[in-house]
């Protein structure tokens, strides 16, 4: 090899240590790493920064707008409701999520299947008290999983697929081939996670969730006529084991019941009363059906959706002190509603508008996000600060949004495409359809998960245009001494380690001529090693930067580099032995 293909190797190999054994920020490392490889003259600056033009990059990128349309239109709850239900164990909520994975993802590309339901497991692990350090892993490689079971559930499927149907008198590839070996593979890989995962998978959780929030609000909402929720039990509804808040009481016809039992009913017009922190506040707003008690918030001009929960601190010097809220005409005032108070951290008793205030007194406000601005060097409030992400969804554009994620979908699985084209037409109609606004998109693009793939192609980049990829093959290859068993194994392990250091795709198009030549040279059947390749350039679980699925999930996960190595070389070895045992016996040499 050359001096430039070392210099790649060591810096590949110091990047990866660094990673696995200290706590910089995957971001830094691998950005680090290209500027080493750029200023040794290793990479161009073209060939440094290609990852930035690569469409699965851009992909990714705009997948989270798309994702963005479904979590500001509620479908995201809606999903995770009605597909994953209630549990409160771990393995049976990683049993509904990877089964519903594995059968969405062998038919569909699984790319936007993990995004699409990224934002789903988010919130549903926090409504149901589990973490989701538990959840995102599984979620992952269940979409990896089921895309080998079809030619279309990833791309590297469609490329090894487009290679073969290249060669002149090989056989084109089935639709359901690979599930000869894909489908067990499946099966395994999903028993490996329900059963290994409670040991070697670490739970997390965020650290503002280890804390009580010191402010407790009282909220009431009342059951719209036309809610969903209208007839099905407090258990039904979701609204009994809510993290951080709790149904205080319902007042229906003047009639008050305290201690609401579970199998109690909602009726139209039911006022309800919870009692929690602001954080689970924001969750209430987000269910569909239920709809802040004072009428004073459907007389604001601005509509809800482009709306915001504000906490402001009532001053000393505040007309507002020793008036109560409807005395204090606080909407007509301010161009604000006033939907809870808090004082002293604890919960006021009482309607809202009969509330007297005090210095002090902390109050959580629906209203337009200038109000932030416009109030925050008020001699009114002391402090005024809006709450992230508290803009109630826009449940009436939820049909819309699902039909465009669908329209998607179809498209790139089924009508030839391209996964980026069909997420750029899809994220436009999102905006359109104002299912989210641009400041919301832009919110929720994740720029660190887009650094680090960026980066982590150009290292890729490195192995390749230096020739140590390639190099590094053909001495894998050249261990197996003539035997075609022994050939197969060491096309896969070749081909699963270029994929865990470069990229699946680029790992597939290098082994597959290499392959090719030693299957010729073996005089045996090419076949067994198509599949091989397939699934090796697939099946990749040891790292975060091998697929992009799995650096997705690496930051809503909260993991460290190491948990993939720890959680995914078993599994690796795994799929390697069961594909090299299959394949030979479906597709004999």
């Not at 190999?13 to 706590?23: I, N, P, W």
């Not at 709809?291 to 959706?305: E, I, N, S, T, Y």
């Not at 997420?423 to 989210?436: E, F, I, K, N």
């Not at 001494?481 to 392990?493: E, Q, R």
């Amino acid at each position: 090899m050359t001096l430039n293909a070392w210099i790649a190797v060591a810096v590949v190999v110091s990047t990866v240590g660094l990673l696995v054994f200290t706590r910089v920020a995957a971001d830094l490392l691998l950005v680090g790493a290209m500027t080493v490889l750029l200023a040794l003259g290793v990479l161009s600056p073209s060939e440094a920064l290609a990852g930035l033009a690569n469409p699965g990059l851009a992909t990714v990128g705009v997948l989270y707008v798309l994702a963005s349309g479904l979590v500001e239109t509620g479908v995201v709850h809606s999903l995770g409701h009605r597909f994953l239900g209630r549990t409160a164990s771990v393995t049976r909520a990683q049993g509904r999520l990877m089964g519903v994975v594995v059968v969405t993802s062998a038919f569909l590309n699984n790319t936007p299947v993990v995004a699409m339901f990224v934002p789903v497991v988010q919130d549903w692990a926090r409504r149901q008290g589990l973490s989701v350090s538990k959840l995102m892993i599984p979620l992952s490689y269940s979409a990896v999983l089921g895309g080998t079971c079809t030619i279309i559930g990833t791309s590297t499927n469609l490329i090894v697929t487009g290679l073969v149907a290249s060669r002149g008198g090989v056989a084109p590839v089935g639709f359901f081939e690979i599930a000869w070996v894909g489908l067990p593979s499946a099966l395994l890989g999903v028993v490996y996670v329900l059963v290994v995962s409670r040991w070697l998978l670490p739970e997390r959780r965020p650290a503002i969730r280890d804390h009580q929030d010191p402010r407790e609000y009282a909220l009431e909402m009342v059951v719209a006529g036309d809610s969903p929720l209208t007839g099905r039990t407090i258990e039904q509804a979701g609204l009994r084991r809510l993290p951080g808040l709790f149904l205080a009481e319902i007042e229906r016809a003047d009639t008050v019941y305290p201690a609401v039992p579970p199998t109690e009913r909602l009726q139209g017009g039911d006022r309800l009363v919870f009692v929690g922190s602001v954080a689970s506040v924001v969750d209430l707003y987000k269910i569909k059906g239920l709809v802040p008690a004072p009428d004073q918030v459907f007389k604001l001009a601005v509509p809800r959706p482009e709306r915001t929960l504000i906490e402001a601190v009532v001053s000393p010097s505040s007309p507002l002190v020793g008036r109560t809220i409807r005395d204090s005409r606080f909407r007509t005032l301010y161009d604000a509603v006033v939907v809870a108070v808090a004082r002293g951290g604890r919960r006021i008793p009482g309607r809202i508008g009969d509330i007297g205030l005090r210095p002090a007194d902390t109050l959580l406000i629906e209203a337009r996000p200038s109000f932030v601005e416009q109030h925050r060097l008020s001699r009114d409030f002391l402090l005024v600060s809006a709450i992230q992400d508290s803009s109630p969804p826009r449940h009436e554009r939820g049909v819309v949004a699902a039909l465009i994620l669908l329209a998607v979908v179809g498209a790139a699985s089924f009508a030839g495409v391209s996964m980026l084209v069909a997420a750029l037409v899809g994220s436009g109609l999102m905006l359109a359809a104002r299912c989210t606004t641009g400041a919301q998109a832009r919110r929720s693009v994740d720029w660190q998960v887009l650094t680090v793939i960026a980066a982590s192609l150009a290292l890729g980049q490195a192995l390749e245009v230096t020739g140590a990829a390639g190099e590094l093959a053909r001495l894998w290859l050249g261990l197996a001494g003539g035997n075609p068993w022994l050939t197969l194994a060491a096309v896969y392990g070749v081909t699963m380690l270029l994929t865990e250091l470069i990229t699946n795709n680029g790992a597939a198009v290098l082994v597959f001529p290499l392959a090719e030549a030693a299957a010729a040279s073996l005089d045996v059947s090419f076949r067994p090693f198509v599949m091989a390749i397939m699934m090796a350039a697939s099946a990749s679980f040891a790292t975060p930067i091998g697929y992009q699925t799995n650096m997705m999930v690496y930051g809503p996960g909260g993991y460290r580099f190491s948990d993939y190595l720890r959680f995914g070389i078993p599994l690796n070895l795994l799929m390697g032995a069961t594909t090299v045992l299959i394949a030979p016996l479906v597709w004999p040499f």
